[in-house]
């Protein structure tokens, strides 16, 4: 569900959720639909959440031999972004060499929150370095979605 997240919430690194009701069709498949409710508001989760009704696929009747056809169903759909991504880069930076880690999150874009979380060797500056080079990170370039990252960086002579 990764690329039908709203654009908008995944920028923000908003999780959310929206409830769904339908109209079974003959086929199986849902129409009529409509948002009861959301959270947060304005962000596309009902939007997101309508447009996968598209995949439901119910069965046309019920465990006791009922039929489905025009009956209402009630879908739930929570909205959660990935817990943690991590990325690797090889940089040069100041004259450091080394190695660092960097745990930050990512949100409109952007890396802040970082806190910089072993380094090798463990230097003053090199963990300065580390801290620098993480909040400098375009996350959209990078492909990184929001929430929670760790970086991962090499320091090349």
Same mark, same amino acid.
Do not use: N
């Given at each position: 569900?990764? %690329? /039908?997240?709203?654009? /908008?919430?995944?920028?923000?690194?908003? #999780?959310?959720?929206?409830?769904?009701?339908? %109209?079974?069709?003959?086929?199986?498949?849902?129409?009529?639909?409509?948002?009861?409710?959301?959270?947060?508001?304005?962000?596309?989760?009902?939007?997101?959440?309508?447009?996968?009704?598209?995949?439901?696929?119910?069965?046309?009747?019920?465990?006791?031999?009922?039929?489905?056809?025009?009956?209402?169903? /009630?879908?739930?759909?929570?909205?959660?972004?990935?817990?943690?991504?991590?990325?690797?880069?090889?940089?040069?930076?100041?004259?450091?060499?080394?190695?660092?880690?960097?745990?930050? /999150? #990512?949100?409109?874009?952007?890396?802040?929150?970082?806190?910089?979380?072993?380094?090798?060797?463990?230097?003053?500056?090199?963990?300065?370095?580390?801290?620098?080079?993480?909040?400098?990170?375009?996350?959209?370039?990078?492909?990184?979605?929001?929430?929670?990252?760790?970086?991962?960086?090499?320091?090349?002579?």
């Amino acid at each position: 569900m990764a %690329r /039908r997240y709203p654009d /908008r919430a995944a920028r923000d690194g908003l #999780s959310g959720a929206a409830v769904m009701v339908c %109209r079974v069709d003959a086929q199986g498949g849902l129409g009529d639909c409509g948002i009861t409710e959301v959270d947060p508001k304005e962000h596309g989760f009902g939007e997101a959440t309508l447009r996968l009704s598209a995949l439901f696929k119910m069965r046309q009747s019920t465990d006791d031999g009922a039929p489905t056809l025009g009956r209402l169903v /009630r879908i739930p759909v929570r909205w959660m972004l990935s817990p943690s991504s991590e990325r690797a880069l090889t940089v040069r930076y100041g004259g450091q060499v080394g190695r660092a880690q960097v745990s930050c /999150r #990512s949100r409109a874009g952007r890396l802040d929150q970082c806190i910089p979380i072993s380094a090798d060797p463990e230097t003053p500056d090199l963990l300065a370095a580390a801290h620098d080079v993480a909040v400098q990170v375009d996350a959209s370039a990078a492909r990184i979605a929001p929430g929670p990252v760790t970086l991962h960086i090499t320091f090349a002579p």
